[in-house]
């Protein structure tokens, strides 16, 4: 046997070694990243407050996606607008509460689609909206999107921006941030029914404490009222 067939051949056993070794560290990644979700999900439960939800949800977002920053847009219906409604990293604060037509951008595409979406160029998409950055100094280069559905309908959308490593987003990222998203929208829509109830129980607790309260007046002026009229007309009779 020649020397040149097993060097072919022990080139090919190398790059299957290293193949394998790159598939074993991607799935130890992925379990890591599996815990991360199944350890945020558990603590998200517990979490009342629907607004340090969404903040706690893109933390873990942009944790999971190995990202420098990241933005949850909500879907307002009645106004057909995406709320950034928080932010982490990049512009932070200013960005908040911003609204952008709901068919605009990357976002808007992942809204109307419901589908997740890589760029990893925004600069050369057509579908970026350029104005946000502009108005808010917010640099972004490559996005990760993906869509927040509860039963079917779309509520946001949760996305990602620019790798820490510089690299590009993957489809496994992709699909990992997915199944997040998938997980936090139920939450984020529980969130909102108790805060719904909540609202609605103040709203009714406040009625009946008004309903007492001029109840009890009513009470005590009709009765005042009465003996006010008794002692004028016996004053009358007598003079």
């Known amino acids: 046997m020649s020397q040149e067939p097993i060097t072919i051949e022990v080139e090919r056993l190398r790059q299957q070694v290293e193949l394998l070794t790159q ?9 890591s990243l599996l815990e991360v979700m ?69 976002a808007g595409w992942v809204v109307t689609h419901g589908e997740p979406l ?7 998409d057509d579908r970026y909206y350029p104005r946000i950055a502009q108005d808010h100094s917010f640099t972004t280069h490559s996005i990760l999107a993906v869509p927040m559905i509860v039963r079917g309908n779309v509520i946001g959308v949760l996305q990602v921006l620019n790798r820490i490593s510089g690299t590009r987003f993957t489809q496994a990222d ?41 109840l009890a007046r009513d009470i005590h002026d009709g009765p005042a009222q009465m003996l006010a009229a008794v002692i004028m007309g016996t004053s009358f009779i007598r003079e």
Do not use: C, W
């Not at 969404?54 to 607008?81: D, F, P």
């Open 23 to 31: 598939e074993v560290a991607a799935a130890r990644m992925r379990i």
């Open 38 to 106: 199944q350890e945020v999900a558990r603590s998200l439960v517990s979490e009342q407050s629907l607004e340090q939800l969404l903040r706690r949800i893109l933390k873990s977002a942009v944790r999971v996606a190995s990202a420098t920053a990241g933005a949850l847009l909500l879907l307002n219906r009645a106004t057909n607008e995406l709320v950034f409604a928080v932010i982490e990293g990049g512009a932070g604060q200013s960005l908040e509460k911003t609204r952008m037509p709901a068919d605009k951008g990357i």
């Open 118 to 124: 890589i760029v990893d160029d925004v600069r050369q």
């Open 174 to 214: 992709q699909e990992l941030l997915t199944a997040f998203s998938a997980q936090s929208a139920v939450v984020i829509e529980n969130a909102r029914l108790y805060q719904n109830l909540r609202d609605e129980r103040d709203r009714i607790v406040a009625i009946e404490e008004e309903v007492r309260h001029r």
